[in-house]
């Protein structure tokens, strides 16, 4: 099922949830191409998830899903062994699956954001990174760089760990109320910067 896992930046964002439910492969150096806009979480959100007592129902907006058919969402249904997946009249399509396949997306999902994480440390492009570390559900990462003060490249990131943990928690099924960055300088260890997800809207 990891397959069907892939985590999304700005350029790849739409396509990315298909293949979350349409089993395409994927790798993670697309995870890397762009640096994420925060008006995609916001969209991510349409996301609905209706965790009940035996089933899990996550209902995709239209635009993530291509114009599929219900004839092709059936398809996808029966090769990934969901219950059903239902085209609404709205366009939107409800996935139905159980808890356990519910639970093994979101393990696959967090292990697909770690492994992404993980290519960013001593990558090519960010070279000042030496490691980061993120709690359980996404919302509080630290980011361990050589600079005292952070670069362009390392500003950026913050967009794409607001993203990671944005959309994680949407299909969770929790509300996001705040997603904190920081970074920490590795020779010292004081924290050189702190950003928080809460803070875009009072910006706004």
Do not use: R
């Not at 249904?77 to 409800?94: F, P, S, V, W």
């Not at 559900?137 to 760089?145: A, K, S, W």
């Not at 390392?154 to 904190?180: R, T």
């Not at 260890?189 to 928080?196: A, Y």
């Amino acid at each position: 099922m990891k397959k069907l896992i892939s985590l999304i930046l700005i350029g790849i964002i739409l396509t990315s949830i298909l293949i979350v439910f349409a089993g395409c492969s994927s790798k993670n150096d697309e995870v890397k191409e762009n640096h994420g806009n925060i008006t995609e979480l916001e969209s991510l959100g349409n996301i609905d998830v209706n965790d009940n007592i035996f089933d899990v129902k996550l209902t995709i907006p239209a635009k993530f899903l291509e114009n599929k058919t219900q004839e092709e969402l059936d398809a996808i249904a029966k090769k990934e062994g969901y219950k059903e997946i239902t085209l609404n009249e709205d366009g939107t399509a409800t996935y139905v699956m159980t808890k356990n396949q519910h639970k093994k997306l979101l393990k696959e999902m967090s292990d697909t954001i770690n492994e992404a994480l993980q290519d960013m440390v001593n990558s090519e492009d960010y070279q000042s990174i030496t490691d980061i570390k993120v709690n359980d559900n996404f919302t509080d990462f630290t980011i361990t760089t050589t600079h005292e003060e952070l670069d362009l490249n390392e500003s950026m990131v913050i967009l794409s760990l607001y993203m990671y943990g944005g959309m994680y928690s949407i299909f969770e099924g929790k509300e996001v109320d705040n997603i904190h960055v920081s970074y920490v300088n590795a020779e010292t260890g004081n924290i050189i910067s702190e950003s928080n997800s809460k803070d875009l809207d009072n910006k706004e």
